[in-house]
């Protein structure tokens, strides 16, 4: 499977965005802002059985101008 980045509750307009991840190498990731490092997040995989359609495909740019508009 190809990777690919992803972000639930983005609003763009507004600059700001709930959780942000990644899918690299066979593994989910979570975008950590306090400790700004991405984090195992294996529980994503739902998203690969469609129990989750409430996220926007992104860019790995575009990932990271999410980063800074993420809420805590």
Same mark, same amino acid.
């Given at each position: @499977?190809?990777? &690919? /980045? &992803?972000?639930? =509750? /983005?609003?763009k307009? #507004?600059? $700001?965005? $709930? $959780?942000?991840?990644? +899918? *690299? =190498? =066979?593994? +989910?990731? $979570? /975008?950590? #802002?306090? !400790?700004?490092?991405? #984090?195992p !997040?294996?529980?994503?995989?739902?998203?690969? %059985? =469609?129990?989750?359609?409430?996220?926007?495909? *992104?860019?790995?740019?575009?990932?990271? #101008? %999410?980063k800074? @508009?993420? %809420?805590?």
């Amino acid at each position: @499977m190809e990777d &690919f /980045y &992803f972000v639930y =509750g /983005y609003e763009k307009n #507004k600059r $700001r965005a $709930r $959780r942000l991840y990644r +899918f *690299i =190498g =066979g593994e +989910f990731e $979570r /975008y950590n #802002k306090e !400790s700004e490092e991405w #984090k195992p !997040s294996p529980e994503q995989c739902c998203i690969f %059985i =469609g129990e989750d359609w409430e996220y926007d495909e *992104i860019t790995e740019e575009e990932a990271e #101008k %999410i980063k800074d @508009m993420l %809420i805590v």
